[in-house]
């Protein structure tokens, strides 16, 4: 039961029905030394979500990680979340779902805000350059809405086509074209985003940031206008990000 054959990407699928997490076995490829592998799963029993939290992963979502070693310095990494958030969003909307990006990982349903979509990216850099990165991406597409967290939903409940193999292929073949040319990410995330003229406060290991979401720069960060000028978040800082 692969769901990811005949991509028009140069990715090695490793299929799985059911793992711990595609972002360890992405991981083991990687220390093994691949290269542009795609792993995907059925199912996951330890599927993680940032922060040390669960992603709930029943069997009928897109569980996937893209193994790659662009040539960019460690510091660039969360353009490739924005990237996968973008290709996501993409593939929702093809499915028939109106789905927009909540910075910095979250893909929803317009409206609702219900959660359709995570992503974890893990990374291990040298000094000046990305070792090997890690784009784990769980999308909610034919799973039933009690499978799922009371925020969540998925594609086939918000009434979209629920085709995995169609939908993951879609996600590939979008990174894929976003990884040739990252300077297209931007443009493109600012269209799905959500977030950005909201009133928000980001809850940050360093405090918490409250204004209005004015832009997102370069590789990923949130420009937000405060009352003492503009401060900009950086992905990675991000616990919560709550209307204000
Ligand atoms: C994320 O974390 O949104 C990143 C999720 C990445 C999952 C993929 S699946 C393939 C790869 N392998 C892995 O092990 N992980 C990646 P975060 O922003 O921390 O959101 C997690 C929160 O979303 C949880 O605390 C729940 O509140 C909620 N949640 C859990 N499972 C969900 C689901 N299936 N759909 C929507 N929301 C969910």
Redesign the pocket.
Known sequence: DAIAYGLDAPYAVDYHDRL?????RARELAVEGAADVLVV?GE?T??????D??????SG?V???LLVRPDRPPAHAPIFTLAAAVAVTRACREAGVDAVIKWP??VLVAGSER??????TEMEGEADRISWLIV???A?VD?AAAD??E??TSVREAGGDADRRRFCQRIVETFHDLRLDPDDVLPAWREYAVTLGRAVRVETPGGVVEGEAVDVAFPGALVVRTDDGERTVHAGDCEHLRPA
């Open positions: 711990p997490s595609t972002n360890d799963a996951q330890g599927g993680r979500g940032r922060l939290r669960t992603w709930n992963s029943p979502g569980y996937a990680s990982n979250d959660k359709l979509a995570g992503i974890l784990g991406i769980g909610n799973v799922l967290p925020t969540a």
